[in-house]
């Protein structure tokens, strides 16, 4: 059973820079794909930025420059280092792992960018 739990998150002000980590947990032996996504109230969810087991990354076109998403396979965690941070960017962070074609979720962390 694999498992993704995710810490971070909170209350920043415009501006400010806060870093969301997610841990993997479990039977994973193989090639996966982390990232994150997020949801803003009465907003479908988006990706916001993803890393292949290459380290490909992707992201989101209005993050691009401002968040960096980084891997350590060792560990099975991914961390998003979000700087310069905007109010628009508040929304639920769901951390992402899609491994051997079946997609796992955490629960979600809040971010909320307000003065």
């Known amino acids: 059973q694999v498992q993704v739990v995710e810490s971070g998150g909170g209350v920043q002000q415009p501006g400010g820079s806060l870093r969301l980590s997610c841990a993997a947990s479990?039977?994973?032996?193989?090639?996966?794909?982390m990232g994150w996504y997020r949801q803003a109230p009465g907003k479908e969810r988006e990706l916001v930025a993803r890393v292949s087991n290459g380290g490909s990354t992707d992201y989101l076109d209005s993050v691009k420059g401002r968040f960096t998403i980084s891997r350590d396979n060792a560990r099975n965690t991914v961390h998003l280092q979000m700087n310069s941070l905007k109010p628009e960017d508040t929304a639920v962070y769901y951390c992402h792992l899609i491994y051997q074609h079946i997609n796992y979720w955490g629960k979600g962390t809040l971010v909320t960018v307000s003065s």
């Open positions: 479990g039977s994973i032996f193989g090639d996966y794909t």
